[in-house]
């Protein structure tokens, strides 16, 4: 899945709904029906592993893929078209011709229309759900792949949290620690002060310390660690994520009741999903990490004007099994990583893909390789 800024002119996606005009009435009549059929059609996944929030004897949940979108455009209908073309279930689009609050040309109608969306789902807590932005996100891999990946990312990323703790991941779900609700990763923060926790104190990614060579973290964005969260792409169990928009819209309303309408530069922050879901996930990463270091925060804060909230009592929640996507396994974000992404052609003997061309500008030092293409990712597109 690849997730493109909202300021990129999708000439991909452009390109698949103009073509012909023929197209463009197939994906109207696609557009409709993902309007009035998503309940149509399910994936099902014969789920036996541990990492879901909700324990029991294995069974079957569904996925669910959203689309939060007021409108219908090109770039929505080439969202919708490539999830088909990739199996996943009929999208269904939430918020569809939003008003007043549900419109999406606020940014905050997103997390209104899920809430609203999963208030309505007669579904299990288990069942999966895939939510995308509507204008910039064209899926790449087939739902079994993305599947597999969801679960062995989570697996590995609480592994990570366990050994860091000395535990078992068993050990670690019964202190209720979990990593069940996946978002893209990016290299960008948004905030409305370089001062705000929101930014430093944000996990490290675990990609390797000199990952574009020399030039990594230098003053080029482009060669920044992808450890941001970024909102456009999401994936998890319904129960966890449900749960985790209450807590964002909670923290919504809390804040609008103290907001200074004169204060231009922070409305607009403040009217922006991903502040608030970062705000919660930088919360819970603060208070993990004063857990697991005896009640203090193992680095100096004496930067920052102001550190996450402290818990209130054991009724105060901090923990919403939050993590992000370092690897970019799930999504690859666009923004800033545009020397990451490029057009691969397998070879037919083998499937693998020879990248010559020095696209991370690695100069001298680079030397031509292969990446290898994935062999559930060969069996699900049935290629013969």
């Given at each position: 899945m690849i997730y493109f800024p909202a300021s990129s002119p999708m000439d991909i996606a452009?390109?698949?709904?103009?073509?012909?005009?023929?197209?463009?009435?197939?994906?109207?009549?696609?557009?409709?029906?993902?309007?009035?059929?998503?309940s149509l059609q399910h994936i099902f996944i014969n789920n036996s592993s541990s990492l879901s929030s909700y324990h029991g004897s294995p069974k079957i949940s569904r996925l669910h893929y959203l689309i939060p979108s007021s409108t219908i455009n090109d770039a929505v209908c080439a969202g919708i078209v490539s999830a088909l073309v990739n199996q996943y279930p009929i999208p269904t689009l939430i918020g569809y011709k939003g008003e007043n609050e549900f419109n999406a040309a606020d940014h905050l109608a997103k997390l209104r229309v899920m809430n609203r969306y999963f208030n309505d789902l007669k579904a299990q807590d288990d069942d999966l759900v895939i939510i995308v932005d509507s204008f910039d996100v064209l899926a790449q891999l087939p739902a079994e792949v993305m599947i597999e990946r969801y679960f062995e990312i989570s697996r590995k990323s609480e592994q990570r949290l366990a050994d860091q703790r000395g535990l078992t991941i068993e050990q670690l779900h019964e202190l209720?620690?979990?990593?069940?609700?996946?978002?893209?990763?990016?290299?960008?923060?948004?905030?409305?002060?370089?001062?705000?926790?929101?930014?430093?104190?944000?996990?490290?990614?675990?990609?390797?310390?000199?990952?574009?060579?020399?030039?990594?973290?230098?003053?080029?964005?482009?060669?920044?660690?992808?450890?941001?969260?970024?909102?456009?792409?999401?994936?998890?169990?319904v129960g966890d994520i449900r749960k985790f928009v209450r807590a964002v819209l909670d923290l919504v309303r809390a804040d609008d009741a103290k907001l200074d309408p004169n204060d231009t530069d922070g409305i607009r922050i403040h009217h922006m999903d991903q502040w608030f879901t970062a705000q919660l996930y930088v919360r819970q990463e603060y208070h993990r990490a004063i857990d697991m270091n005896d009640g203090e925060y193992p680095a100096d804060l004496t930067n920052l004007t102001s550190l996450p909230k402290p818990r209130r009592g054991p009724?105060?929640?901090?923990?919403?099994?939050?993590?992000?996507?370092?690897?970019?396994?799930?999504?690859?974000?666009?923004?800033?990583?545009?020397?990451?992404?490029?057009?691969?052609k397998y070879k037919n003997h083998d499937l693998t893909a020879s990248i010559n061309g020095d696209f991370l500008q690695q100069g001298s030092a680079f030397r031509p390789y292969s990446i290898q293409m994935p062999s559930n990712v060969y069996q699900t597109l049935g290629i013969k």
């Open positions: 452009r390109k698949i709904v103009r073509r012909r005009t023929i197209l463009v009435a197939v994906v109207s009549i696609i557009c409709l029906v993902s309007l009035y059929a998503s209720g620690i979990r990593q069940t609700i996946m978002y893209g990763a990016g290299k960008m923060c948004f905030v409305g002060s370089p001062n705000e926790p929101m930014c430093p104190l944000m996990p490290s990614s675990n990609s390797p310390r000199l990952k574009f060579g020399v030039k990594t973290e230098n003053e080029d964005v482009r060669f920044l660690d992808s450890r941001y969260l970024n909102s456009g792409t999401i994936m998890g169990p009724e105060d929640v901090t923990e919403y099994h939050v993590f992000v996507d370092f690897d970019s396994a799930f999504a690859q974000t666009q923004c800033r990583n545009e020397l990451e992404i490029q057009f691969l």
